[in-house]
């Protein structure tokens, strides 16, 4: 009993657990291994770190047979029932990332490039994914559905209109400026035959607007930049009603304009979805 360790005692407790090894427990999965992860750290080689890693590998190969089966059911139209099963309803503050993270990465299977942030221009924001949880908060607060056309400003690398599209049905359509992050996107829509999910490489002040309900912004930029968006926004929404989705600083801005109400009871937070529609 004295040689045991958190690390021999989490083995030894997957070892008699047969319920990470079923397809569907994925988040079970994603829990073992960052906790073997974890207690890894500093464990020199020998038996506990090769049975560990061994578990590890086994878990790997257990999640590459789901997302392959994921994918093509996505690939077959059921985006929305295929990820409904790992759809939670708490949503926790914060721009910190989970297991549902981790889930979207893998199915998306998006080669990220490396982008020199430092090259910036002014007013615009290093690149950040926002947090799935917050996505599908989003989509349900904001009554997202099929019959919408929805534009994330600022896309990156499309997380959120595939998202959205396989959740809701909705067209949903990407404006980026860095062509690379664009290209990577688009090839991991057309694997996905997301034909309704659309990226474009220009400046969201030039975009086109029309026709578009709902728009989302993860604090992409700020400023004059933040400003000429907005007022573009603000002409849309005299023409007919737009929902607007914000995540982060940006809030703030949103929630000064008198063109739109916001029913939340806080419409400046920052670390969660805040919704905002335009005034009739």
Partial sequence: ??????LSLLIAELAADRRWREPEAFFSRADAMDRLDLYLVGVEPG???????????AMEAIDSVFYDDLRERVRRGEGGAALSPWIRTEV??????????????????????????????PEMVRYQPSPARHIVDGIRRARISAGDVVLDLGSGLGHVPMLVHLLTGARTRGVEREVVY???????ASALALAEVTFIAADAREVDLAGVDVFYLFTP?????????LA?????????????????????TFARMPWLYCDDPDPSATDRIVVFRSRP
């Fill in 1 to 6: 009993m004295g040689d045991e360790t958190p």
């Fill in 47 to 57: 038996d506990s770190r090769d049975s560990a890693e061994r578990l590890i590998e």
């Fill in 92 to 121: 926790l503050p914060g721009q910190h990332y989970d297991a549902l993270d981790a889930l979207l990465a893998d199915l998306l299977a998006i080669d990220e490039p490396e982008i020199d942030s430092a090259s910036l221009p």
């Fill in 182 to 188: 664009v290209d990577c996107a688009t090839r991991a």
């Fill in 221 to 229: 930029f700020l400023g004059t930049v933040l400003r000429d968006v």
């Fill in 232 to 252: 573009r926004i603000e002409a849309e929404a005299a023409r007919r009603p737009v929902r607007v989705v914000a995540l982060g600083p940006c809030a703030r």
